[in-house]
């Protein structure tokens, strides 16, 4: 787990406000849920090996509880119960940090944040497609370029697997080993499950197929799976999608992977993630899982959605030197000439920021060219110096930090003359 020193956490707040503004946009209402869920909670909604990798431990009433490793097992709670009534289609953001005991390595954190978007009660294609162009525009909004989507649909596999008859579990492992691109071993297992030759070999075909023309894959994916009548409806879904998308003038840039399995176990249909060139993790990832909600006790509701990892978008920020973008500074020092001014320096300083102006006053007692020296390795924009000589014409001096100018100006006109300059 890390401390985010103040570079670092503008970072993380700026793609959170980012974050936030889309979810206004797109109309999703924030739901703020606990960082600590019951054990059984999680562990039964989440895949096997998020699971083992939670922070686990009994609270002083011996309730066995864990910090959540995802937001969605918590979200899914409420849309069964406390939200089960509220009218579809129901559209939930949630931000915030979560916990699992991974190897830390470059982008993989035990402590990390996401921005999750979810969309319940459709189970039509344009849903799938609002995730995807959302995600889009999240991306776009943030300044990042050349991003692309790693497409699949769960329903592809298991179709194919559920026709040859192996069980859940089996099949878990299966897409266990593809989410970890160890092709050969997930042959392995489907063979000792006793699949068909037939069905090795299609299995074989689809790892292999993969490309960014996104309806010359599919074309070829559907002629390798035409034996597998529910797997080409999979396939169907996911062309129905994308061309939604294309067909809507969004541009997505897209390479669509037969054999793509994401790590959790509840996806039903589309799945994705989300990339940059040159680093080789997953700024986000979603997809639809309609089986969700009835886990936890509700009626079957249609959902899918998307988990933002906001640490790893700060890191493609910073790899693609992308600097946010911010209103145009205003920030205000403001420094008392000697005590006896230093009354109305905060009084002053309490009129900029009514006005919204950030300011600082300078508390160190230190002369005016040394806390202009300091204000100015710190990047603030005005400096407003309070003396006695000029407040007996009800007067301050106004000084542009990095044009190294500076004017007397009366301070009925200081906020406007700063909000102007500024503005
Ligand atoms: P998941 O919840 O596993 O579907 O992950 C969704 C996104 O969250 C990933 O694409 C990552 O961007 C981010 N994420 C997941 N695990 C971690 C982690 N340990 N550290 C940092 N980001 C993570």
């Not at 402590?111 to 776009?140: C, H, M, V």
């Not at 943030?142 to 769960?154: E, V, Y």
């Not at 906001?310 to 693609?320: F, P």
Request: aromatic share 8%; charged share 30%.
């Amino acid at each position: 787990m890390r401390d985010l020193l103040p570079v670092d956490a503008k970072r993380m707040r700026y793609v959170e406000q980012v974050s936030r503004e889309v979810s206004k946009l797109y109309g999703y209402d924030e739901i703020i849920t606990p960082v600590l869920e019951s054990y059984d909670l999680l562990a039964a909604k989440t895949s096997n090996e998020i699971r083992e990798r939670m922070y686990t431990f009994n609270d002083l009433g011996d309730r066995k509880v864990a910090l959540r490793p995802e937001f969605t097992a918590s979200v899914a709670r409420l849309v069964a119960t406390k939200l089960r009534n509220e009218p579809k289609p129901m559209r939930l953001f949630s931000v915030g940090s979560l916990y699992r005991y991974d190897e830390p390595q470059y982008g993989r954190f035990r402590e990390f944040w996401q921005a999750n978007y979810e969309l319940f009660g459709s189970a039509r294609p344009e849903a799938d497609a609002e995730i995807l162009i959302l995600t889009n525009n999240l991306l776009k909004k943030l300044g990042l370029q050349n991003f692309c989507f790693k497409i699949g649909h769960t329903g592809i596999l298991r179709e194919i697997l559920t026709q040859e008859g192996m069980d859940d579990e089996k099949q878990n492992s299966v897409r266990q080993l593809l989410d970890k691109k160890s092709w050969a071993d997930a042959l392995t297992v489907a063979s000792e499950a006793n699949v068909s030759q037939e069905c090795l070999a299609t299995l074989e075909s689809l790892f292999e197929t993969s490309g960014e023309d996104a309806f010359k894959v599919l074309e070829s994916v559907k002629e390798t799976v035409q034996d597998y009548e529910s797997a080409l409806a999979a396939v169907e879904n996911l062309w129905k999608i994308l061309e939604l998308i294309k067909d809507s003038g969004e541009q997505l840039e897209v390479l669509v992977e037969a054999g793509f399995a994401r790590g959790l176990e509840y996806y039903t249909g589309m799945i994705f993630e989300a990339y940059i060139p040159g680093l080789d993790i997953a700024l986000g990832g979603g997809g639809r899982y309609d089986k969700l909600i009835e886990l936890f006790g509700g009626e079957p509701i249609p959902a899918v959605g998307v988990a933002q990892g906001i640490d790893r978008i700060v890191l493609a920020l910073t790899k693609q030197e992308v600097t946010p973008k911010t209103a145009k500074d205003r920030s205000v020092v403001v420094i008392s000439v000697k005590d006896e001014s230093m009354a109305k320096a905060l009084e002053l300083s309490a009129m900029l920021r009514n006005r919204g102006l950030p300011v600082e006053v300078a508390v160190m007692g230190r002369s005016i060219s040394r806390a202009l020296a300091d204000a100015d390795r710190r990047g603030v924009a005005y400096a407003v110096i309070v003396g006695p000589k000029e407040l007996e014409e009800e007067k301050v001096v106004l000084r542009e930090m990095k044009k190294s100018t500076q004017r007397t100006v009366k301070i009925s006109n200081l906020t406007e003359e700063i909000l102007a300059n500024s503005a």
